[in-house]
């Protein structure tokens, strides 16, 4: 089985400043992936960022980056010079493949932006 | 990434009646994913759908409930079957990345609202 754990169900940031969300996870599979998805009030479910396990290097798309810590089971997202349009309920999602690559989502992360 | 449509976008319906939600990909994929997101929740997936063969569900979703259809690469349908005011949700399709299963993208949804 496979779970993932966001403790913050809200967060907040000013403009133009940087806000890290948390996401912790478990899996028994060597092989997986993590994500951060994004659903803003259109509810449209935007992948903001992934991680593949097995590189160590933390990825980083423009103004997100992750800290990805295997051995503590930890994926935060970092969003840099936050702009009003980042702000959405962020969710952390984990695939370890097995029988239907199913994704596994955290209970997400409201992120509100203030001017 | 894949250009997914879904209709309806939002329904009002009938306690006791059936809703037929369909998702449509702009490309051929294997898999078919339907999600719920319940009011304020995250997504729970209800089942893969794979093309001819017949849908996996996920622990606590039956096929006489939510019935799959997965006609060809690019199309299938959910069914939310004999409704009651607990299925007001939000449904989404996903269908998994091009040549590969570790990433999902999402439909707009279908909100649903029975009375």
């Known amino acids: 089985a496979q779970t993932v754990t966001q403790s913050q169900p809200e967060m907040s940031v000013q403009e133009a400043e940087t806000v890290t969300l948390s996401c912790t996870y478990d899996?028994?599979?060597?092989?997986?992936?993590l994500f951060w998805y994004k659903q803003p009030p259109s509810r449209q479910m935007i992948l903001v960022i992934r991680?593949?396990?097995?590189?160590?290097q933390n990825a980083t798309e423009n103004r997100f980056s992750v800290n990805f810590q295997k051995a503590a089971k930890s994926f935060s997202l970092k969003i840099s010079d936050s702009q009003l349009g980042d702000a959405a309920m962020y969710f952390c999602?984990?695939?370890?493949?097995?029988?239907?690559?199913?994704?596994?989502f955290g209970k997400g992360t409201l992120l509100t932006v203030n001017p | 990434s894949a250009v997914i449509s879904q209709k309806p976008s939002r329904d009002i319906c009938q306690r006791g009646t059936s809703l037929t939600i369909q998702c449509q990909v702009d490309?051929?994929?294997?898999?078919m994913f339907w999600y719920r997101q319940q009011p304020g929740q995250s997504l729970t997936l209800i089942a893969t759908?794979?093309?001819?063969?017949?849908?996996?569900?996920e622990s606590g979703f039956v096929i006489d409930k939510f019935p799959i259809s997965r006609p060809n690469l690019t199309f299938s349908t959910l069914t939310v079957s004999n409704m009651s005011p607990e299925d007001s949700s939000i449904y989404l399709c996903?269908?998994?990345?091009?040549?590969?299963?570790?990433?999902?993208?999402f439909g707009p949804g279908t909100r649903l609202t029975v009375t």
């Open positions: 996903s269908v998994e990345r091009a040549g590969g299963w570790d990433e999902q993208y």
């Open positions: 899996t028994s599979e060597s092989d997986y992936y």
């Open positions: 991680q593949e396990a097995y590189k160590q």
């Open positions: 999602a984990l695939n370890s493949g097995g029988s239907n690559y199913k994704l596994t």
């Open positions: 490309s051929q994929v294997t898999m």
């Open positions: 759908a794979n093309q001819g063969s017949e849908a996996t569900y």
